[in-house]
């Protein structure tokens, strides 16, 4: 049976978190463990003032939320480091999916190692789910960006393992770019010329898109391919600003040891910026 883990906290996004951890429970037929972390770095008397904050709390939610009804869950408050904690539990429960509510504050010191949802994705271990918005429905459209990689072919085939597009509009998003086309305009070349070149280099995009498709099994109508140019961030958060989707997937970038801190740049930018719409960021294989 799949397993979910939710980690959550009293901020409103991570409320929105709780509840879409219960429907998608609910949806794929998934045990949910509630996870609360109370940070082990303040005082002793504080730390047991948030314990039994965040104890109330999720039995609380756990007892009033219509999502959860008929759903097999149970709750834990751990002490300890947020991030260690939250890997710790996926891992005794061999989790499927960790869904997390993006925090509410932006610090200082976030701007230098993340924010706890980024550092959770950096562990490579489990996908997550970073909810942004109200749960009350199912996603009903879905951006898939990707960049014909095996990491972007992982993410895809994850979502539909979770039977996120089961009910779904998804389209795979492909950014491309046509580097000389500024050379070209800069250089005063022929229109017909810059057109013809602009051209070939959508055409290619097209024919690696549909080679991709075909590769991974995507390649019939539920899948719909869409290519757009220019830089990969900057197509995403165009197409998320303009048509407004329930869901972006994203894979994260294979990470040696030595620069294991880092995810992809444009999956760093997507749960930075996009605060609109939820993400599912999934690392690579192990």
Known sequence: MPHIVAAIDP????????????????????????ISVVDDGQAQD?????????????NE????????RGVSCHAMTVVGNPVDAIVKVAEDVACDLIVMGAGSERTLRDAFVGTTVERVIRS???????????????????????????????????AQALHLTDRADVSLLHAFDAPNEEKMNLADAPKI??????????????????????????????????????????????????????LVVIGTLGRSALV???LGSVAEEALRRLDEVDILAVPPAR
């Open 11 to 34: 901020s409103s996004r991570s409320r929105h978190a709780l509840r879409r951890a219960g429907l998608l429970a609910t949806e794929i037929g998934a045990d949910l463990t509630f």
């Open 46 to 58: 504080i730390v047991e003032s948030a314990r039994h904050e965040a104890d109330h709390f999720l």
């Open 61 to 68: 939610q756990m007892a009033s939320l219509a999502e959860l």
């Open 124 to 158: 490579g271990a489990f996908p997550v789910l970073m909810v942004n918005t109200e749960a009350d429905k199912p996603y009903a459209r879905i951006v898939a960006a990707v960049d014909l990689s095996p990491a972007s072919a992982r993410a895809v085939k994850t």
């Open 193 to 246: 010329e810059i057109d013809a070149y602009v051209r070939n280099v959508r055409e290619r995009a097209a024919a690696e898109l549909s080679a991709f498709r075909a590769e991974h099994g995507l390649d019939d109508e539920a899948w719909r391919p869409r290519r757009e140019e220019g830089g990969a961030f900057a197509v995403l958060a165009r197409v998320a600003s303009k048509e407004q989707p329930d």
């Open 260 to 262: 294991r801190a880092l």
